[in-house]
């Protein structure tokens, strides 16, 4: 019998167009899936590490249901990875690619020492549908700005996606595992996790009918209903999309399906999956995006960097008075995602109002979101503070009251967040405070706070940062 193989899990928890598992079944012997908690799992906030959890113990039963089972091992890939090899008698390791740094440096570790025991490692392509060493400008460069960056890559072939092998050769006896319970990773979400949970959608299956759902009745108006967060008008995949329960090559086929159909709002679809992938695209080429200020003479702005001060207290539990930015955040809190137009004003406030370090935001969004990416936090949060590449300018200072007339002009999204103002609360203004930590001593009787920074005071405080700046 062909020895067995070894699918390193990682961000990809699927079974069809997972091109390492495929590959592994068509070797024709075993097949041994392993999930490793090293370094960079423990180094996830609390809230990405317990959607994590949910994950693998979902895909866990996705591949008993083919026959199969999922091996669990924790510590250094490095060391790990080889003795599993020695354990199980494997000749081949298989995993699909990763692409920020502290990855991508384990990965060739891992790789190189595989090669010295004349193991055959290989990675493959998945989490991106454009290997980001693929795309470049005339000139041999790789892309700044997104709008040329889609130009380029609009009209790319994408492999049709594979399909889910229909079992998974198992060994004679399968190596011990290490167990979920044991890793206790949703331990920081506290009472936290109970609240998110119902707004989980877990798994392959959820994905696919996210996706189906959204191209059926949604994404003709997806122009229009993506800035309106009071709506329910996007695709919700980036949940699915960053534990890889669903791959970005199934979104783009049926998108582009459904933009040959006709269908309004599938061309905007595509260009939001490519945002994703120009978010990758930058991660590769300027790691520094994820932990300095992309553009370089930034690092002279007199940003605020003290997370003790009141200002950010406030903003981080939805209390500065300023309601499209309080709802945004409370949504973040009992659902673990935030609406991508909140995203934008709640960042912008940070930044430019309370003329705080993007980084601040960076790392509590890297701590409450479940759809959290490293690309794409942080291409985000640069983006919106002016630091970054393709970024909204500086000066442009978005006023969340007025966005809060022209974005949510019933008010439907405040008042599903926002319990301090109304007689009879929504239930889910109502749970932020049944997810909030007690030490917060915060209560749905409060009172509403006045705005802590006026929004045209604050604007003029950003206006006058910029023009004063030393670069």
Same mark, same amino acid.
């Given at each position: 019998?062909?020895?067995?193989? =070894?699918?390193?899990?990682?961000?990809?928890?699927?079974?069809?167009?997972?091109?390492?598992?495929?590959?592994?079944?068509?070797?024709?012997?075993?097949?041994?899936?392993?999930?490793?908690?090293?370094?960079?799992?423990?180094?996830?906030?609390?809230?990405?590490?317990?959607?994590?959890?949910?994950?693998?113990?979902?895909?866990?039963?996705?591949?008993?249901?083919?026959?199969?089972?999922?091996? =669990?091992?924790?510590?250094?890939?490095?060391?790990?990875? @080889?003795?599993?090899?020695?354990?199980?008698?494997?000749?081949?390791?298989?995993?699909?690619?990763?692409?920020?740094?502290?990855?991508?440096?384990?990965?060739?570790?891992?790789?190189?020492?595989?090669?010295?025991?004349?193991?055959?490692?290989?990675?493959?392509?998945?989490?991106?549908?454009?290997?980001?060493?693929?795309?470049?400008?005339?000139?041999?460069?790789?892309?700044?700005?997104?709008?040329?960056?889609?130009?380029?890559?609009?009209?790319?072939?994408?492999?049709? @996606?594979?399909?889910?092998?229909?079992?998974?050769?198992?060994?004679?006896?399968?190596?011990?595992?290490?167990?979920?319970?044991?890793?206790?990773?949703?331990?920081?979400?506290?009472?936290?996790?109970?609240?998110?949970?119902?707004?989980?959608?877990?798994?392959?299956?959820?994905?696919?009918?996210?996706?189906?759902?959204?191209?059926?009745?949604?994404?003709?108006?997806?122009?229009?209903?993506?800035?309106?967060?009071?709506?329910?008008?996007?695709?919700?995949?980036?949940?699915?999309?960053?534990?890889?329960?669903?791959?970005?090559?199934?979104?783009?086929?049926?998108?582009?399906?459904?933009?040959?159909?006709?269908?309004?709002?599938?061309?905007?679809?595509?260009?939001?999956?490519?945002?994703?992938?120009?978010?990758?695209?930058?991660?590769?080429?300027?790691?520094?995006?994820?932990?300095?200020?992309?553009?370089?003479?930034?690092?002279?702005?007199?940003?605020?960097?003290?997370?003790?001060?009141?200002?950010?207290?406030?903003?981080?539990?939805?209390?500065?008075?300023?309601?499209?930015?309080?709802?945004?955040?409370?949504?973040?809190?009992?659902?673990?995602?935030?609406?991508?137009?909140?995203?934008?004003?709640?960042?912008?406030?940070?930044?430019?109002?309370?003329?705080?370090?993007?980084?601040?935001?960076?790392?509590?969004?890297?701590?409450?979101?479940?759809?959290?990416?490293?690309?794409?936090?942080?291409?985000?949060?640069?983006?919106?503070?002016?630091?970054?590449?393709?970024?909204?300018?500086?000066?442009?200072?978005?006023?969340?009251?007025?966005?809060?007339?022209?974005?949510?002009?019933?008010?439907?999204?405040?008042?599903?967040?926002?319990?301090?103002?109304?007689?009879?609360?929504?239930?889910?203004?109502?749970?932020?405070?049944?997810?909030?930590?007690?030490?917060?001593?915060?209560?749905?009787?409060?009172?509403? @706070?006045?705005?802590?920074?006026?929004?045209?005071?604050?604007?003029?405080?950003?206006?006058?940062?910029?023009?004063?700046?030393?670069?």
């Amino acid at each position: 019998m062909t020895s067995p193989t =070894l699918v390193w899990i990682r961000r990809d928890l699927r079974l069809s167009d997972h091109a390492a598992v495929s590959a592994a079944v068509e070797r024709g012997g075993p097949v041994i899936p392993v999930f490793l908690r090293d370094d960079l799992v423990d180094d996830l906030g609390a809230a990405p590490k317990w959607r994590l959890g949910l994950g693998l113990d979902h895909y866990a039963a996705s591949l008993e249901d083919k026959g199969s089972r999922l091996i =669990l091992r924790s510590g250094d890939a490095r060391a790990v990875i @080889p003795a599993l090899v020695k354990e199980t008698g494997a000749d081949a390791v298989y995993w699909q690619r990763a692409y920020d740094p502290d990855a991508v440096a384990r990965d060739k570790d891992v790789k190189a020492a595989l090669k010295e025991m004349e193991v055959e490692a290989e990675s493959f392509a998945g989490h991106l549908m454009f290997e980001p060493w693929t795309v470049e400008t005339k000139q041999g460069e790789f892309y700044k700005v997104y709008t040329p960056f889609w130009k380029s890559v609009r009209d790319r072939s994408v492999s049709e @996606p594979l399909s889910a092998p229909s079992s998974l050769p198992a060994p004679e006896t399968w190596p011990e595992s290490e167990t979920l319970e044991d890793w206790a990773l949703g331990v920081a979400m506290n009472r936290g996790a109970d609240v998110v949970r119902p707004f989980v959608q877990l798994g392959e299956q959820a994905a696919q009918s996210r996706l189906g759902a959204f191209l059926a009745s949604k994404v003709a108006d997806y122009d229009r209903t993506r800035d309106i967060p009071g709506m329910d008008g996007t695709s919700n995949l980036s949940e699915n999309l960053s534990l890889g329960e669903i791959s970005p090559a199934q979104c783009w086929h049926a998108g582009q399906r459904a933009k040959e159909e006709g269908k309004a709002g599938a061309e905007t679809f595509l260009k939001e999956l490519v945002w994703r992938e120009f978010a990758y695209h930058l991660m590769w080429h300027t790691p520094r995006i994820l932990t300095d200020n992309w553009r370089e003479e930034w690092e002279a702005f007199p940003w605020n960097e003290d997370e003790r001060k009141a200002e950010v207290k406030a903003w981080k539990q939805g209390r500065t008075g300023i309601r499209f930015v309080d709802a945004a955040m409370r949504e973040l809190y009992v659902t673990g995602r935030m609406h991508n137009r909140g995203r934008m004003i709640v960042a912008s406030y940070l930044t430019k109002h309370l003329m705080c370090h993007w980084k601040i935001g960076l790392e509590w969004f890297k701590d409450c979101l479940i759809d959290w990416d490293p690309a794409s936090n942080a291409m985000g949060w640069q983006w919106s503070a002016g630091s970054g590449p393709d970024a909204t300018p500086y000066f442009r200072v978005f006023n969340p009251v007025t966005q809060l007339d022209k974005f949510d002009k019933d008010r439907d999204y405040v008042s599903r967040w926002i319990a301090e103002e109304y007689e009879n609360p929504h239930k889910d203004a109502l749970a932020y405070f049944e997810a909030i930590p007690r030490q917060w001593k915060m209560s749905a009787n409060d009172p509403y @706070p006045d705005p802590i920074v006026p929004p045209d005071e604050g604007r003029k405080r950003a206006l006058s940062a910029y023009e004063n700046r030393s670069f």
